[in-house]
Nanobody, 119 residues
């Protein structure tokens, strides 16, 4: 099993910045992809950004240029730097990690962290 703990959410004014963190813990697994999704009230969960184990990234179009995903493999941590935040970015942000247990790949979700962009 893999446990994910997110932090860094909160209330920020439009144009502000936040940095989310997600730490993975557990035993007998190696991390493949790490990423972030978000879900706004009344909407489906959507991709924010993904990073593979070799560093390739994938961003949702609306986040390109504003959000940056990074990871520290030694710390089993993924980060999401969010700049120029807009009210439309208000959502619960979820960490998602793909972990190999031997040759079996499983994906795990964090509990989510609330990001509210409001003046």
């Amino acid at each position: 099993q893999v446990q994910l703990v997110e932090s860094g959410g909160g209330l920020v004014q439009p144009g502000g910045s936040l940095r989310l963190s997600c730490v993975a813990s557990g035993s007998d697994f190696s991390i493949y992809a790490m990423g972030w999704y978000r879900q706004a009230p009344g909407k489906e969960r959507e991709l924010v950004a993904l990073m593979s184990n070799v560093g390739s990234t994938n961003y949702a179009d609306s986040m390109k240029g504003r959000f940056t995903i990074s990871r520290d493999n030694a710390k089993k941590t993924v980060y999401l730097q969010m700049n120029s935040l807009e009210p439309e970015d208000t959502a619960v942000y979820y960490c998602n990690v793909g972990g190999y247990h031997g040759t079996t790949l499983q994906y795990y979700w964090g509990q989510g962290t609330q990001v509210t962009v409001s003046s």
